[in-house]
T-cell receptor, first 112, second 115 residues
Framework: AQTVTQSQPEMSVQEAETVTLSCTYD???????LFWYKQPPSRQMILVIR??????QNATENRFSVNFQKAAKSFSLKISDSQLGDAAMYFC?????????FGQGTRLTINP | EPEVTQTPSHQVTQMGQEVILRCVPI?????FYWYRQILGQKVEFLVS????????KSEIFDDQFSVERPDGSNFTLKIRSTKLEDSAMYFC?????????????FGSGTRLTVV
């Protein structure tokens, strides 16, 4: 079974600085997708960014980018120019042939 | 932008009672899912549903749980006899295709409190 591991339960960053959230996963599939979801205090799950495993180019969405290392099965999220509204739980997720599987989450705090 | 709608947003029920959580997936989506999140913990898969039948379920989804698509728009999760440990956020999600990189669209969740 696929597993997703987020080794940082909590992270904090100064406003306007850059922070990187780590994620590793385990799979024997060759075709899959990776995602980062944001869960603010409202607890809604919001898709931040996605990456197709067959693409070598790292995905970017405005201030959010990923570092996808397929051989190492690593998928980190970089948030540049952190803003107060970025404070949330961030979940890494894996989707192969079956269901979407989530990591444990990282709580990100933004210090003003 | 199309949304997945969940009702109610918060439900309080007594232990042993039946609850039905409702979801309206995005209209052209064909695959539907329920996840739950116990406070402070990870988001866990419960069940997936396609073509009017369960396509996959987790160990959590025991005989106390059932899902149904009673009409062309609603997708419901029923818990027959709630336990204290069923207290959690329940998220509905949908996708247009099964094997997809589009990501799941989640509803805003139902907070279930069992007392």
């Amino acid at each position: 079974a696929q597993t997703v591991t987020q080794s940082q339960p909590e992270m904090s960053v100064q406003e306007a600085e850059t922070v990187t959230l780590s994620c590793t996963y385990d799979t024997s599939e060759s075709d899959y997708y990776l995602f980062w979801y944001k869960q603010p205090p409202s607890r809604q799950m919001i898709l931040v960014i996605r990456q197709e495993a067959y693409k070598q180019q790292n995905a970017t969405e405005n201030r959010f980018s990923v570092n996808f290392q397929k051989a190492a099965k690593s998928f980190s999220l970089k948030i540049s120019d952190s803003q107060l509204g970025d404070a949330a739980m961030y979940f890494c997720a894996y989707k192969g042939a079956q269901k979407l599987v989530f990591g444990q989450g990282t709580r990100l705090t933004i210090n003003p | 932008e199309p949304e997945v709608t969940q009702t109610p947003s918060h439900q309080v029920t007594q232990m042993g009672q039946e609850v039905i959580l409702r979801c309206v997936p995005i209209s052209n989506h064909l695959y539907f899912y329920w996840y739950r999140q116990i406070l402070g913990q990870k988001v866990e898969f419960l069940v997936s549903f396609y073509n009017n039948e369960i396509s996959e379920k987790s160990e959590i989804f025991d005989d106390q749980f059932s899902v149904e698509r009673p009409d062309g728009s609603n997708f419901t999760l029923k818990i027959r006899s709630t336990k204290l440990e069923d207290s959690a956020m329940y998220f509905c999600a949908s996708t247009r295709q099964g094997r997809t990189g589009e990501g799941y669209t989640f509803g805003s969740g139902t907070r279930l409190t069992v007392v």
